[in-house]
């Protein structure tokens, strides 16, 4: 089975220092064995970029910004199984060198070492493919990221609550001061076709309304973790203790 990383980072030249993660989504269904995918934006995505699409990692050959569509290299080469796809699916690319064969672990320090071009690191081994991590600022070490459940949640970097929309930081966090939280802006590398979850651990008693995706008000415990399940058919986010 060829690693991942010998395949991309022999292009690896072609994605600039500093790029980090692209977000988009799939705009039609594919199968199992298409090689040009239709997506919802080519913005800033480069050949030699890989790509998550579930749990199966690709390699990004040619993007045709005129049609809206990535061309990738034959499916199934990178440890990973080719499998079909629907509309809406999260694609998820990055530089080549945020795709790597082992679970990582240990200290880390945003913008050095394995996090240099890449916030997020995705794992390509077959058993724990798409699984994301991140470099906590809270911890210095390396947590797993959004839609990964193969261990338990690190805090993340914290978040101030805002009179408004904030980004969660990772699938675990804590939010300081007491505004009333309006709603919750897709991260990258969240995908909202699938149920989640994330949690958050209050520094302030913070509030939540309804005025944007968040389904029922709440009013947040400080240091008791507070979670929110998200649930693609409506599009929102329902609290819970």
């Known amino acids: ?14 994605a600039a220092a500093g790029f980090a993660q692209v977000q988009t989504t799939l705009s039609a269904a594919i199968d199992s ?10 913005s ?24 809206k569509t990535i061309t990738i290299a034959p ?31 240990g200290t880390c320090t945003a913008g050095q070492g394995l996090f240099y071009q890449s916030s997020i690191l995705i794992t390509t081994d077959s058993g724990n493919a798409g699984a994301q991590w991140v470099c906590s600022s809270v911890t210095g070490k390396i947590a797993p990221g959004f839609g990964n459940g193969t261990v338990p949640p690190m805090p993340t970097t914290a978040v101030a609550s805002v009179a408004g929309q ?15 939280i309006t709603g919750f802006l897709i991260p990258t590398g969240f995908d ?8 958050v651990i209050p520094d302030g008693a913070f509030t939540t309304t309804t005025a944007n995706n968040i389904a029922v008000a709440s009013t947040a415990v400080v240091g008791k973790v507070l979670c929110w399940a998200f649930d693609p058919n ?4 329902y609290p819970y203790y």
């Open 166 to 180: 904030i980004t969660p930081s990772g699938s675990l966090f804590h939010i300081t001061g007491a505004l009333g």
């Open 75 to 105: 499916r199934g080469a990178y440890g990973t199984f080719a499998a079909a796809h629907k509309s809406g699916t999260m694609v998820l690319t990055a530089p080549a060198s945020a795709f790597i064969k082992f679970v990582p672990a």
């Open 1 to 14: 089975m060829k690693k991942i990383t010998h395949a991309l980072l022999c292009l690896v030249a072609f």
């Open 192 to 199: 909202p076709t699938e149920g989640s979850t994330i949690c």
């Open 33 to 42: 064995q298409t090689r040009t995918l239709p997506v919802a934006s080519v």
């Open 44 to 67: 800033n995505i480069l050949v030699g970029y890989g790509a998550a699409i579930d749990n199966e990692v690709v390699m990004v050959v040619g993007v045709n910004s005129t049609a």
């Open 234 to 237: 409506t599009a929102k986010f």
